[in-house]
């Protein structure tokens, strides 16, 4: 079994990730493992304009109107398949505030009729958002979020581009400081970053078997379409 990211990227430019990256994103549910890292957010920040759908994001795991430096984290990647038989990856992160816990979910999966990974934000699976991946210059590893559509029941539609928010994220290992660094922008294309962060942390492979993914890493909500 291929990891989702191995897929999207394809032989070549998966190679050009640095095998610290690979190490991160190139297992899939058949090798029974996880990837847990711990470290701190240097900065987390927010528009106070967008504070209201923020917290509302914030209730499903998505974003979330809070800020601050210097905070603690988690971020874990488990893969798994999930009830339809998909092969799935979620990443889950943790921030450590002073007054509460805030989390960021995402469930990806590798679909084939898109082309792409699509990254199912939250932890209900109401917004599918497709996503490109790449190789970058320093050997991480470079997403940015493209079109993003809403599904509810039989509900299904496409949010036009001037009412989203789009992601960069870049994760890569500095070998200078021997530790792994993410960077996360999402921005309006009208108004400018809505959200974003920047932190430093280590990593380790945890052995998980294949049916031991913790349930808070599994979304409430499973959605088919994709």
């Given at each position: 079994?291929?990891?989702?990211?191995?897929?999207?990227?394809?032989?070549?430019?998966?190679?050009?990730?640095?095998?610290?990256?690979?190490?991160?994103?190139?297992?899939?549910?058949a090798?029974?493992?996880a990837?847990?890292?711990?470290?701190?957010?240097?900065?987390?920040?927010?528009?106070?304009?967008?504070?209201?759908?923020?917290?509302?994001?914030?209730?499903?795991?998505?974003?979330?109107?809070d800020?601050g430096?210097?905070?603690?984290?988690?971020?874990?990647n488990?893969?798994?398949?999930?009830?339809?038989?998909?092969?799935?990856?979620?990443?889950?992160?943790?921030?450590?505030?002073?007054?509460?816990?805030?989390?960021?979910?995402?469930?990806m999966?590798?679909?084939?009729?898109?082309?792409?990974?699509?990254?199912?934000?939250?932890?209900?699976?109401h917004?599918?958002?497709?996503?490109?991946?790449?190789?970058?210059?320093?050997?991480?590893?470079?997403?940015?979020?493209?079109?993003?559509r809403?599904?509810?029941?039989?509900?299904?539609?496409?949010?036009p581009?001037p009412?989203?928010?789009?992601?960069?994220?870049?994760?890569?290992?500095?070998?200078?400081?021997?530790?792994?660094?993410?960077?996360?922008?999402?921005?309006?294309?009208?108004?400018?970053?809505?959200?974003?962060?920047?932190?430093?942390?280590?990593a380790e492979?945890?052995?998980?078997?294949?049916?031991a993914?913790?349930?808070?890493a599994?979304?409430?909500?499973?959605?088919?379409?994709?």
């Amino acid at each position: 079994m291929t990891s989702i990211f191995a897929q999207a990227l394809g032989e070549r430019e998966f190679a050009r990730l640095h095998p610290k990256i690979r190490e991160r994103f190139g297992f899939s549910s058949a090798d029974g493992i996880a990837s847990v890292g711990r470290g701190t957010m240097e900065e987390v920040r927010y528009a106070k304009w967008a504070a209201l759908p923020l917290a509302v994001g914030a209730s499903r795991h998505i974003m979330f109107p809070d800020a601050g430096r210097h905070i603690p984290f988690t971020i874990e990647n488990y893969a798994y398949r999930d009830a339809l038989g998909r092969e799935t990856l979620t990443i889950n992160r943790t921030f450590r505030f002073a007054k509460r816990l805030r989390r960021f979910d995402a469930t990806m999966i590798y679909s084939a009729g898109r082309g792409r990974i699509v990254d199912f934000l939250g932890n209900r699976q109401h917004l599918a958002v497709d996503l490109d991946v790449w190789a970058a210059p320093n050997g991480g590893i470079q997403i940015r979020s493209g079109e993003q559509r809403f599904y509810e029941g039989p509900l299904g539609f496409r949010f036009p581009a001037p009412l989203t928010g789009f992601a960069d994220v870049c994760e890569w290992y500095d070998d200078v400081d021997a530790c792994y660094r993410i960077s996360v922008s999402v921005r309006n294309p009208l108004l400018g970053v809505i959200f974003a962060y920047k932190g430093a942390f280590q990593a380790e492979t945890a052995r998980t078997g294949r049916d031991a993914i913790p349930l808070q890493a599994m979304p409430l909500r499973l959605e088919r379409r994709d």
